[in-house]
């Protein structure tokens, strides 16, 4: 028989970790295949079945737009910086439609891929990242709309456009940070997952997406600011349409508390992930 030794197998130990865990996100780079093609799973699986497919990625924000054009442009008369309403909200739902769609399923995603991670032995980071990565798909579709608004509008992007992969990944940042967080509390407590839906209703709201910070008064928007969102909003309008350019506070705070709670989401939930195949 020949030994195991000779047979040159790596054998992978799965211990339970003790104190604060390390990154690890070295561990990650091997896996990167199967990052892929959970990413490439994640994009199928929510077009399969479907009559209109990817036009759904358009319908969505398309038709939130409408319905805030109506009721604060046409009603109660929210000021658009100069723009035209449509391309204001537009220009916003962008980023919050890709972070509201990413964080429910980052959120869920541990839970729903039970059975994977009940059998086979991966860094589970692998999937918020995915599910976080896939809604990029979307975005482009979105993104590619607002293009052609644009044009129809007759407006052109100015120079302020090359600051738009940054605002990008902030957003991608955002999602991740935060999904990381609950996604591990939705493993032991699954209310997480039935409040998410409403809490991302009332953060929009607690957002400048359907007016401009401008409206916030000057006394409370530091705190206002405090919203990692924020920056990311008033930035991709900056960088899109050429508007005048937001504060550099709210932009600052909010790459600074996506970081820190990037870090600490990622300590948590490496901290955590030895229990999942247990509790799930």
Do not use: H
């Not at 429910?104 to 990242?129: D, E, G, H, M």
């Not at 407006?155 to 991608?172: D, K, R, Y």
């Amino acid at each position: 028989m020949i030994s195991e030794t000779k047979l040159n197998i790596p054998i992978i130990r799965i211990e339970p970790a003790r104190g604060w865990v390390s990154l690890k996100l070295g561990e990650i780079w091997p896996y990167r295949e199967l990052l892929y093609f959970l990413v490439w799973r994640d994009v199928k699986v929510r077009y399969k079945q479907t009559a209109i497919g990817a036009a759904w990625a358009i319908i969505q924000p398309l038709l939130t737009m409408v319905i805030f054009t109506l009721v604060f442009d046409k009603f109660a008369k929210v000021p658009s910086n100069g723009l035209p309403y449509p391309i204001f909200s537009f220009a916003a739902l962008l980023p919050w439609t890709y972070f509201s769609k990413a964080l429910n399923q980052s959120i869920l995603s541990v839970v729903s891929n039970a059975n994977l991670i009940t059998k086979v032995y991966f860094p589970r980071l692998l999937l918020p990242t995915a599910s976080v990565l896939s809604g990029m798909v979307d975005f482009a579709i979105s993104f590619l709309f607002f293009v052609i608004l644009m044009v129809w509008y007759g407006i052109v992007p100015s120079s302020a456009v090359l600051f738009l992969p940054g605002f990008t990944l902030l957003a991608m940042l955002t999602a991740l940070a935060v999904s990381l967080w609950l996604a591990v509390i939705n493993v032991r407590y699954r209310d997480v997952g039935q409040a998410i839906p409403f809490v991302v209703q009332l953060w929009m709201f607690a957002s400048p997406v359907a007016y401009p910070m401008s409206v916030v008064p000057e006394k409370w928007r530091l705190f206002y600011s405090l919203n990692p969102m924020a920056g990311v909003i008033e930035g991709f309008r900056w960088a899109l349409t050429g508007s005048e350019r937001p504060p550099l506070v709210p932009i600052i705070l909010s790459t600074l508390i996506v970081c820190v709670l990037l870090y600490g989401g990622i300590l948590f939930f490496r901290r955590m992930e030895s229990t999942f195949a247990d509790e799930i």
